[in-house]
């Protein structure tokens, strides 16, 4: 039996930056939540204390995702702590800031391990999860990005792996039907920790609220979780810059 009532999103990478600002949307919108973490400890649980703050049940997981058994593992530990996932949220990402002119500096080393954690965990997890998500009817959103979309971002590597997680998404679309839908969000640059190889946007966007920013890619997340048109189906957030638009989006 379901050790909560509420239905339980799974967020990955959700202490810090864009996850937590996920956590937080899903809390409001009477989610659980579920976060992992690698490093980001004391953000984390800071995470998760905001959250219980207000009510909503929520714990922190640690887990590296780079390696092929932490999905399984991960699924254990939060399926015995909550008894069921409605949502998975494969926001988790790694990257290393390599213009793409410098192919040399982009080692194999550095290859696998961005592509182990962006592209190998989000599928893992997923195949981790389906068990649950099939009971629930549930929904994944795989945080991909702008990068995803067009040659650019922190580096190659980054960007592959981005643009294979879009199709990752459409393939997943297809194994989990009927049961599961499968959505992937595209963020264009934001203003978190993420290591960035310029600083355009943020010139552009000036003294842009940080926070309303990623706040609104989340609404966009719970958009993708509510609205059972969406699936296969790739959601962009940049303001409009991918395409060349001036000003803003909103």
């Avoid at 699924?75 to 008894?83: K, P, W």
């Avoid at 296969?232 to 909103?250: P, Y």
Wanted: with cysteine; glycine share 10%; net charge negative.
């Amino acid at each position: 039996m379901p050790t909560t009532a509420a239905p339980l999103a799974l967020i990955t990478g959700g202490g810090t930056g864009l996850g937590r600002a996920m956590a937080l949307r899903l809390g409001e919108a009477g989610f659980a939540i579920a976060l992992t973490y690698r490093h980001s400890v004391a953000d984390a649980l800071n995470t998760v204390a905001t959250l219980e703050g207000l009510g909503v049940p929520a714990a922190a997981f640690a887990t590296d995702l780079a390696l092929p058994e932490a999905p399984d593992r991960l699924l254990g530990e939060v399926t015995e702590r909550f008894g069921r996932v409605d949502v998975l949220v494969n926001n988790a990402a790694e990257t290393e800031v390599i213009p793409f002119h410098d192919l040399a500096s982009l080692t194999a080393a550095t290859w696998d391990r961005i592509l182990e954690t962006d592209l190998r965990a989000p599928f893992l997890c997923a195949r981790a999860a389906a068990p649950w998500l099939r009971d629930a009817g549930g929904v994944i959103v795989n945080i991909s990005s702008t990068a995803g979309l067009a040659p650019r971002g922190s580096s190659i590597a980054y960007s592959v792996a981005k643009s294979a997680l879009v199709h990752l998404t459409e393939c997943l679309a297809v194994a989990f039907e009927p049961d599961v839908r499968v959505v992937a969000v595209a963020p264009g640059a934001m203003p978190t920790r993420w290591p960035s190889p310029t600083s355009a946007v943020a010139e552009a966007d000036g003294a842009a609220d940080a926070d309303g920013m990623l706040r609104s890619v989340a609404d966009l997340v719970l958009v993708a979780i509510q609205n059972r048109a969406l699936n296969g189906s790739v959601l962009v957030a940049d303001r409009g810059l991918l395409v060349g638009a001036s000003g803003s989006a909103g």
